[in-house]
């Protein structure tokens, strides 16, 4: 059994972990750099150890110092929350041989599905549907011409080792390939120390939906439903929901059972996505598979009623899973926006800084998972999500406009956020129709939508102003009442 859980991360997931351990009656140990010394997760765990200064570098990627922080102050697992080193192979494999748990996969699996090349190699015997391509390496011209020939354009050149759209490029013609391959790989090297590309057919207009797997260690896998995370900007996720609102219950079904054998195929242990993109027509294709828990589990927790951290746990301990396919229901809806300090107005840049007022929102079916509160500083060192605003409700349409309630009862000055953005997207009728795919963002959204809007809300503001400053007072009213009425009593006389 689990007793101490050594955290190896920062901010909201951290805590996130923490809360589920602590009901679970499992100590936590919190690593942070310098500038988290003042950090939520800091002082929410039992103990908090130094890792270095504040680049991640120097600190939260040290994983050999993490894991002689975890041994020194006697934790028996180690939980990488997701980012950092998460889904690093290596350090999966020193955790194991260092005598502690490692909460997520093998190392194995998380080296075959961390190549985007192997993952499709050991996926491609269970007859999971794949986007048309390449399942190797490339890097000749001729051969790449001849795939792209055979796929037909546009097709999409993609760094094996890649993530984030970073070692991407989408080829329209033969005239573009050379020059475009050559990008991909030098960007792909720059990136990930791995110039290997591959090539397949570009999905127009595709939507991308994700499958939440659990696995156990008695052979037990089960799939969780899907989420919809079509809502991006840069090939960053912003805006997720579950149940997607264009899947069937026979898509649904078919989807987690390709999504199950992803992760029999490479024996997966704990909490996986597998990722597909879906065409036009509904056609799923897979993906990849990110082998640890996602920003977005919350949603699939709010419509299974499962906390996916403790099934980590558990899991990761030895035991089986509780839960069975059949059992598994989905009950409503839910909605997740990423509440990040980035300007949706300057297209999406960071706009770091002291939060100066920080007022989370409440009410029924409402969940913010933070790290954040008034007064702390926000780092430039690090991803800059505040905030997951998560929603629940009974159907979507209700869920969407409970989000719009929760946003603008969510009060943050001090640095831009997305929070106007997602307003803009839960009152679009794209969204609420459900017709959008991932190109939501160029096709609909512009900044000057936001400036315009804020333009109004200052214009109505100060029309009020004015209004109420004119405004006679009480006294005045009472006065004028008076006069009005001696003048029609001397009329009427």
């Not at 591959?198 to 896998?221: C, L, W, Y």
């Not at 264009?246 to 992760?263: F, I, P, W, Y």
């Not at 065409?279 to 996916?308: C, S, W």
């Amino acid at each position: 059994m689990i007793r101490k859980i050594l955290v190896a991360n920062r901010g909201e997931i951290a805590i996130r972990v923490m809360r589920t351990a602590k009901e679970m009656g499992i100590a936590t140990v919190a690593v942070y750099s310098e500038a988290d010394r003042n950090a939520m997760h800091v002082r929410f765990a039992d103990e908090a150890v130094l890792l270095g200064p504040p680049p991640s570098n120097q600190s939260y990627l040290l994983g050999d110092k993490i894991i002689a922080v975890a041994k020194e102050t006697g934790a028996d697992a180690i939980h990488p929350g997701y980012g950092f080193l998460s889904e690093n192979a290596a350090f999966s494999r020193k955790v194991q041989e260092a005598g502690l748990i490692f909460i997520g996969p093998d190392p194995e699996s998380i080296e075959r599905m961390g190549s985007k090349i192997e993952a499709k190699q050991a996926v491609k015997d269970f007859g999971i549907p794949m986007v048309p391509g390449t399942d190797h390496a490339i890097s000749d011209i001729k051969e790449a011409l001849d795939v792209a020939e055979k796929a037909g354009y546009p097709v999409l050149i993609k760094a094996s080792a890649g993530g984030g759209g970073k070692g991407m490029r989408v080829v329209q013609n033969a005239a573009e390939m050379e020059e475009q391959m050559h990008r991909a790989m030098s960007e792909a090297e720059s990136a990930f120390g791995d110039s290997s590309v591959f090539i397949e057919k570009f999905v127009t207009s595709p939507r991308h939906i994700e499958v939440q797997v659990m696995a156990d260690r008695h052979g037990n896998v089960i799939y969780l439903f899907e989420r919809e995370c079509s809502i991006q900007r840069r090939h960053q996720k912003l805006v997720e929901e579950a149940p997607s609102a264009v899947v069937s219950e026979s898509m649904r079904k078919a989807m987690g059972e390709s999504a199950v054998n992803v992760a029999r195929a490479c024996n997966y242990v704990g909490a996986g996505t597998v990722e597909f993109l879906v065409d036009a027509d509904l056609n799923y294709y897979f993906l990849e598979m990110n082998t640890r828990l996602q920003v977005e589990h919350p949603v699939t927790e709010f419509i299974t009623g499962l906390d996916l951290v403790r099934m980590q746990i558990e899991v990761a301990q030895g035991d089986e899973l509780k839960v069975k396919q059949e059992d598994l229901r989905i009950h409503g809806h839910a909605i997740e926006l990423r509440v990040t300090a980035e300007d949706p107005a300057n297209n999406f840049l960071p706009d770091v800084g002291k939060l100066i007022t920080y007022r989370r929102p409440q009410g029924a079916g409402v969940r913010v998972d933070d790290g954040y509160e008034e007064g702390m500083d926000i780092p430039i060192y690090y991803d800059p999500l505040l905030s997951k605003l998560i929603v629940h409700a009974e159907n979507r349409q209700l869920a969407c406009e409970r989000m719009v309630r929760a946003i603008d009862e969510y009060t943050i000055s001090g640095a831009a956020t997305t929070l106007p953005f997602g307003r803009f997207v839960m009152q679009h009728e794209a969204f609420l129709s459900g017709q959008f795919d991932t190109g939501f963002i160029e096709r609909y959204f512009k900044p000057d939508m936001l400036q315009r809007e804020e333009e109004d809300e200052l214009a109505v503001a100060a029309y009020v102003a004015t209004h109420l400053q004119s405004r006679p007072t009480a006294k005045q009213t009472t006065q004028q009442a008076a006069q009005v009425s001696n003048w029609k009593k001397n009329r009427i006389g």
